[in-house]
């Protein structure tokens, strides 16, 4: 079975945040996630470790966010030139058929899920990896 | 008188030795010379004399004379005798011999030198016609007798052969002269061919010009057939026409181009045939003179006459010859015109085709003045049509003609009617539009205004106006002036302003130069007044429903995002069996239905700004009211060192929602605090300013910034935060924003990332 390793959450609400890394605790394919409360920190720590070789699996990515929102942290992550293939899948409560008009046709967008996030869901996320 | 007895054999031997003596002679002065010193000697005469008829047959003059032996010579007193005069002048007119005995009973007789008293007078006469006369005269009374008259008769019939002959070769060596000059001189080609047998034709003689023209030497020529000479294509044409002129026994005249391509070099001969005795055509004779010259000007003049001829017959005017005003000849573009055959037109006068009356009035028939004037001509269907006329008269042959130039004008004048009618609709148009016309210089004067253009800028009238220089007085930009098929506004002369519509175009000059503005302008200044409102109206509808259409997603995202975790937490208690797990995340359970409540709260106090749009505005001393809201920030205030400037005078009022007002200064000061920089002491700025219909209030730090570039569109949207805050909802600046536009506001940001953030409020005050 494909185990998904190092799953970047990022998330500015904390319970939301908690809520995804539980729901991938007690999924036998995901494991060890890291978190980020907004796209700056994610883009950061990426830049720093996926030239490395420390690329993750998988981003979980949230629209709303302060200091570098969802799209924010896409623009910079296609500016980062990373040559591994690391899937995002948009993770978020909002239903407004622009983002996900928006997030559908970006070319480092895997897939768009509403939350809560469920063992539905991530058997979803296995499928189109 | 012994010696004037002659015998016979005398006699036979005198006429012997004169015809021996007149054989030797050739000139007629040797002839005469010799016939009188034989006579005088031989006979053994006193005198003697000859006389020749002069060339005008009027009077004998007297060639020769010889006196007998030692006398002295007469003198030439008688040297001219007239006609009939005297003996002598009779004797030549009667031609008949005579004798006088006795000079003194004769009453014609005119004493010589002396006095003689007989003579004998002989003409000389040849086949009737006297040449001259043998006249001898003698001292004595009848000396002469009859055998003296046998032997000077016979002598004078033997002196005229002589003298005819004598003067024939004269004449034939002086034309036989006179033909070798013209021969070798004349600019003619002359030349002799000898027909031989077989049709050869031979040169046998050519002149000089011949040589000349065909370039060649007489070797060349003389003694060379036809076919030697020129070339075969040639020689077959010169043999045809010598044919013709052998078999038709006529002389002939004929043209031949001797030239070489465009040289062209054209001769034309006349040849004729000379035939001998027995009919046979020995010669042929030819004289041929160069033509090329003259057939080229033959070649012009009548290319001349058949442009003349073409330009007459083909002209688009009608053109007649008048000779004392009647027609006598015209062109084919006449009879289009008059709807007449030739027949019909000439020998006529032009005013039979005419009316009885012409449009002013007076008779057809009348003389007409002037060399151009219009005039009306009837066709042979009776139908009218109108003409422009132009005679010039000219001189032919010192005979007086007229020539009429005759222009059909009918199409021009039915042009020039519609035209007017054309111009008569422009006018009702122009004076009862509603729309203002105008035609103006480029320089910025009016030349025509319309009186709707003169009410619709306000002045009194039409001269008025015009005399406006319209780049200062009309427009307020003069860029507009060139903007035609636009809008844009006018000045009317008490100065108020319109919005007129134009839609001009330019007239310009043959050369390209603009010359006129036309146009039309419509006062739209209702119409767009109405349209302005209608915008605006459509905007607030669209910016109602576009924050309307947020706001639900808003709602959906904020509700969703609660209920997605408690959700998730209730399956996630209801699993876990660690009770410490459990009561970290009742806890989490515990404050995000808090946040829901908040987040519910929130989104009910903005419905309710939203909703309040009618809510009581009252006017505020706007000071008063900012020193409230800092006193409920005071505690902040103080605690973060913060200095706070306020610049706003004391009496300044404006219309406001009160409770609003509140709301949007604690929220600029919050934030003003909250996103303080640590490393400065923070320092705010109030200030207000009134201005004409509005109050601009500004609140400005010196914080943290925000990126504008990176957030600027986000800055009043709601749940956007700029800052890694905890404290950060998204919340305030949305709030804000909608506060200030319920009170008909506007807000906007300036802000750069540690250059501190400038809010500016304007306050609108119209209403």
Same mark, same amino acid.
């Given at each position: 079975?494909?185990?998904?390793?190092?799953?970047?959450?990022?998330?500015?609400d904390?319970?939301?945040?908690y809520v995804?890394?539980?729901?991938?605790?007690?999924?036998?394919?995901?494991?060890?996630?890291?978190?980020?409360?907004?796209?700056?920190?994610?883009?950061?720590?990426? %830049?720093?470790?996926?030239?490395?070789?420390?690329?993750? !699996?998988?981003?979980?990515?949230?629209? &709303?966010?302060?200091? =570098? /929102?969802?799209?924010?942290?896409?623009?910079?992550?296609?500016?980062?030139?990373?040559?591994?293939?690391?899937p995002?899948?948009?993770?978020?409560?909002?239903?407004?058929?622009?983002?996900? %008009?928006?997030?559908?046709?970006?070319?480092?967008?895997? !897939?768009?899920?509403?939350?809560?996030? &469920?063992?539905?869901? =991530? /058997?979803e996320?296995?499928?189109?990896? | 008188?012994?010696?004037?007895?002659?015998?016979?054999?005398?006699?036979?031997?005198?006429?012997n030795?004169?015809?021996?003596?007149?054989?030797?002679?050739?000139?007629?002065?040797?002839?005469?010379?010799?016939?009188?010193?034989?006579?005088?000697?031989?006979?053994?005469?006193?005198?003697?004399a000859?006389?020749?008829l002069?060339?005008?047959?009027?009077n004998?003059?007297?060639?020769?004379s010889?006196?007998?032996?030692n006398?002295?010579p007469?003198?030439n007193?008688?040297?001219?005798?007239?006609?009939?005069?005297?003996?002598?002048?009779?004797?030549?007119?009667?031609?008949?011999?005579?004798?006088?005995n006795?000079?003194?009973?004769?009453?014609?007789?005119?004493?010589?030198?002396?006095?003689?008293?007989s003579?004998?007078?002989?003409?000389?006469?040849h086949?009737?016609?006297?040449?001259?006369?043998?006249?001898?005269?003698?001292?004595?009374?009848?000396?002469?007798?009859?055998?003296?008259l046998?032997?000077?008769?016979?002598?004078?019939?033997?002196?005229?052969?002589?003298?005819?002959?004598?003067?024939?070769?004269?004449?034939l060596?002086?034309r036989?002269?006179?033909?070798?000059?013209?021969?070798?001189?004349?600019?003619?080609?002359?030349?002799?061919i000898?027909?031989e047998?077989?049709?050869?034709?031979?040169?046998?003689?050519?002149?000089?010009?011949?040589?000349?023209?065909?370039?060649?030497?007489?070797?060349?020529?003389?003694?060379?057939t036809?076919?030697?000479?020129?070339d075969?294509?040639?020689?077959?044409v010169?043999?045809?026409?010598?044919?013709?002129?052998?078999?038709?026994?006529?002389?002939?005249?004929?043209?031949?181009?001797?030239?070489?391509?465009?040289?062209?070099?054209?001769?034309?001969?006349?040849?004729?045939?000379v035939?001998?005795?027995?009919?046979?055509?020995t010669?042929?004779?030819g004289?041929?003179r160069?033509?090329?010259?003259?057939?080229?000007?033959?070649?012009?003049?009548?290319?001349?006459?058949?442009?003349?001829?073409l330009?007459?017959?083909?002209?688009?005017?009608?053109?007649?010859?008048?000779?004392?005003?009647i027609?006598?000849?015209?062109?084919?573009?006449?009879?289009?015109?008059?709807?007449?055959?030739?027949?019909?037109?000439?020998?006529?006068?032009?005013n039979?085709?005419?009316?009885?009356?012409?449009?002013?009035?007076q008779?057809?028939?009348?003389?007409?003045?002037?060399?151009?004037?219009?005039?009306?001509?009837?066709?042979?269907?009776?139908?009218?049509?109108?003409v422009?006329?132009?005679?010039?008269?000219?001189?032919?042959?010192?005979?007086?003609?007229t020539?009429?130039?005759?222009?059909?004008?009918?199409?021009?004048?039915?042009?020039?009617?519609?035209?007017?009618?054309?111009?008569k609709?422009?006018?009702?148009?122009?004076?009862?539009?509603?729309?203002?016309?105008?035609?103006?210089?480029?320089?910025?004067?009016?030349?025509?205004?319309?009186?709707?253009?003169?009410?619709?800028?306000?002045?009194?009238?039409?001269?008025?106006?015009?005399?406006?220089?319209?780049?200062?007085?009309l427009?307020?930009?003069?860029?507009?002036?060139?903007?035609?098929d636009?809008?844009?506004?006018?000045?009317?002369?008490?100065?108020?302003?319109?919005?007129?519509?134009?839609?001009?175009?330019?007239?310009?000059?043959?050369?390209?130069?603009?010359?006129?503005?036309?146009?039309i302008?419509?006062?739209?200044?209702?119409?767009n007044?109405?349209?302005e409102?209608?915008?605006?109206?459509?905007?607030?509808?669209?910016?109602?429903?576009?924050?309307?259409?947020?706001?639900?997603?808003?709602?959906?995202?904020?509700?969703?995002?609660?209920?997605?975790?408690?959700?998730s937490?209730?399956?996630?208690?209801?699993?876990?069996?660690?009770?410490?797990?459990?009561?970290?995340m009742?806890q989490?359970?515990?404050?995000?239905?808090?946040?829901?409540?908040?987040?519910?709260?929130?989104?009910?106090?903005?419905?309710?700004?939203?909703q309040?749009?009618?809510?009581?505005?009252?006017?505020?001393?706007?000071?008063?009211?900012?020193?409230?809201?800092?006193?409920?920030?005071?505690?902040?205030?103080?605690?973060?060192?913060?200095?706070?400037?306020?610049?706003?005078?004391?009496?300044?009022?404006?219309?406001?929602?009160p409770?609003?007002?509140?709301?949007?200064?604690?929220?600029?000061v919050?934030?003003?605090?909250?996103?303080?920089?640590r490393?400065?002491?923070?320092?705010?700025?109030i200030k207000?300013?009134?201005?004409?219909?509005?109050?601009?209030?500004?609140?400005?730090?010196?914080?943290?910034?925000?990126?504008?570039?990176?957030?600027?569109?986000?800055?009043?949207?709601?749940y956007n935060?700029f800052?890694?805050?905890?404290?950060?909802?998204?919340?305030?600046?949305?709030?804000?924003?909608?506060?200030?536009?319920?009170?008909?506001?506007?807000?906007e940001?300036?802000?750069?990332?540690?250059?501190?953030?400038?809010?500016?409020?304007?306050f609108?005050?119209?209403?």
């Amino acid at each position: 079975m494909k185990r998904i390793k190092s799953i970047y959450v990022v998330e500015d609400d904390p319970i939301s945040s908690y809520v995804i890394k539980l729901a991938l605790q007690q999924h036998p394919s995901f494991e060890d996630s890291l978190e980020f409360k907004n796209g700056k920190e994610a883009v950061d720590y990426l %830049a720093q470790h996926a030239i490395k070789g420390q690329a993750p !699996g998988l981003i979980l990515l949230d629209i &709303n966010m302060p200091v =570098l /929102d969802g799209w924010g942290f896409l623009d910079n992550f296609s500016g980062l030139q990373i040559k591994a293939d690391i899937p995002v899948v948009m993770l978020t409560s909002s239903i407004n058929p622009e983002d996900i %008009a928006k997030a559908k046709s970006h070319e480092l967008v895997k !897939g768009y899920l509403s939350k809560p996030l &469920n063992k539905a869901k =991530l /058997d979803e996320i296995l499928t189109f990896l | 008188m012994l010696n004037t007895q002659i015998k016979e054999e005398k006699y036979l031997d005198i006429i012997n030795q004169f015809a021996l003596g007149l054989l030797s002679q050739s000139t007629i002065k040797e002839i005469l010379w010799s016939v009188i010193d034989n006579v005088v000697s031989k006979l053994d005469f006193y005198d003697c004399a000859i006389y020749l008829l002069d060339d005008q047959g009027e009077n004998l003059i007297q060639v020769a004379s010889q006196a007998y032996k030692n006398r002295t010579p007469k003198e030439n007193k008688a040297a001219l005798i007239k006609l009939g005069t005297g003996i002598v002048g009779k004797v030549a007119l009667q031609k008949k011999a005579k004798i006088t005995n006795d000079t003194s009973l004769d009453k014609d007789y005119i004493p010589d030198d002396q006095f003689r008293f007989s003579e004998i007078t002989i003409p000389i006469i040849h086949e009737d016609e006297l040449i001259g006369i043998i006249d001898s005269e003698h001292p004595d009374k009848d000396f002469f007798q009859p055998i003296h008259l046998s032997i000077l008769t016979t002598i004078a019939s033997m002196v005229a052969i002589k003298v005819v002959q004598a003067r024939h070769l004269e004449n034939l060596a002086e034309r036989e002269q006179s033909f070798d000059l013209i021969y070798s001189n004349t600019n003619d080609l002359i030349f002799l061919i000898a027909v031989e047998p077989n049709k050869v034709y031979r040169i046998v003689s050519v002149n000089r010009a011949y040589l000349d023209l065909s370039k060649r030497s007489k070797e060349d020529v003389v003694g060379k057939t036809v076919d030697e000479i020129w070339d075969k294509e040639r020689a077959s044409v010169i043999r045809k026409y010598f044919i013709q002129a052998i078999t038709t026994k006529k002389p002939i005249t004929y043209e031949i181009d001797f030239g070489k391509g465009e040289d062209r070099t054209i001769v034309e001969t006349k040849l004729t045939p000379v035939f001998d005795k027995r009919g046979r055509c020995t010669n042929l004779s030819g004289v041929s003179r160069d033509i090329t010259a003259a057939k080229a000007t033959q070649s012009e003049l009548k290319q001349e006459q058949e442009k003349y001829q073409l330009l007459f017959s083909k002209a688009r005017d009608a053109i007649l010859m008048l000779k004392n005003d009647i027609i006598i000849e015209c062109n084919d573009r006449a009879l289009e015109i008059f709807g007449r055959s030739r027949e019909e037109l000439i020998g006529f006068k032009p005013n039979h085709f005419s009316p009885k009356l012409q449009p002013d009035g007076q008779t057809s028939s009348r003389k007409t003045i002037g060399d151009s004037f219009q005039w009306v001509h009837s066709k042979k269907d009776g139908s009218l049509f109108t003409v422009e006329v132009m005679l010039s008269p000219f001189k032919l042959e010192n005979e007086e003609y007229t020539q009429a130039l005759v222009r059909d004008i009918s199409d021009r004048i039915k042009t020039e009617q519609v035209l007017r009618a054309s111009e008569k609709r422009y006018r009702t148009i122009f004076e009862n539009s509603l729309d203002g016309i105008y035609k103006s210089t480029p320089e910025g004067k009016f030349v025509e205004v319309s009186p709707a253009l003169v009410n619709m800028l306000g002045y009194s009238s039409e001269e008025e106006l015009l005399s406006i220089d319209i780049k200062t007085q009309l427009y307020f930009k003069t860029e507009d002036r060139i903007k035609h098929d636009n809008q844009y506004r006018l000045k009317r002369k008490d100065g108020a302003e319109i919005w007129v519509e134009d839609h001009g175009f330019y007239q310009y000059d043959n050369s390209g130069k603009k010359i006129f503005h036309h146009g039309i302008l419509r006062d739209v200044t209702a119409k767009n007044q109405k349209q302005e409102e209608l915008q605006n109206l459509l905007n607030m509808t669209s910016d109602q429903n576009k924050r309307l259409q947020n706001f639900a997603h808003i709602v959906s995202h904020n509700i969703r995002s609660h209920s997605a975790n408690l959700t998730s937490l209730v399956s996630f208690m209801e699993s876990t069996k660690d009770e410490d797990e459990k009561e970290k995340m009742f806890q989490m359970l515990k404050s995000s239905t808090s946040q829901l409540e908040e987040t519910i709260k929130n989104l009910n106090e903005i419905i309710t700004v939203n909703q309040n749009l009618n809510k009581p505005i009252e006017r505020r001393n706007l000071l008063s009211e900012i020193e409230k809201t800092l006193k409920i920030l005071s505690g902040e205030i103080h605690q973060n060192k913060v200095s706070v400037k306020i610049q706003v005078p004391a009496d300044l009022k404006i219309n406001v929602i009160p409770a609003y007002l509140d709301s949007i200064m604690l929220n600029l000061v919050d934030n003003a605090i909250k996103y303080r920089r640590r490393d400065l002491k923070p320092k705010i700025t109030i200030k207000a300013t009134q201005l004409k219909k509005s109050v601009k209030l500004v609140v400005s730090d010196n914080g943290l910034g925000i990126d504008m570039k990176a957030h600027g569109d986000k800055i009043f949207g709601m749940y956007n935060t700029f800052h890694a805050n905890e404290d950060a909802r998204g919340f305030g600046l949305y709030i804000t924003k909608n506060q200030v536009e319920a009170m008909k506001g506007k807000i906007e940001v300036k802000s750069e990332v540690n250059q501190g953030t400038k809010f500016i409020i304007t306050f609108d005050e119209a209403h």
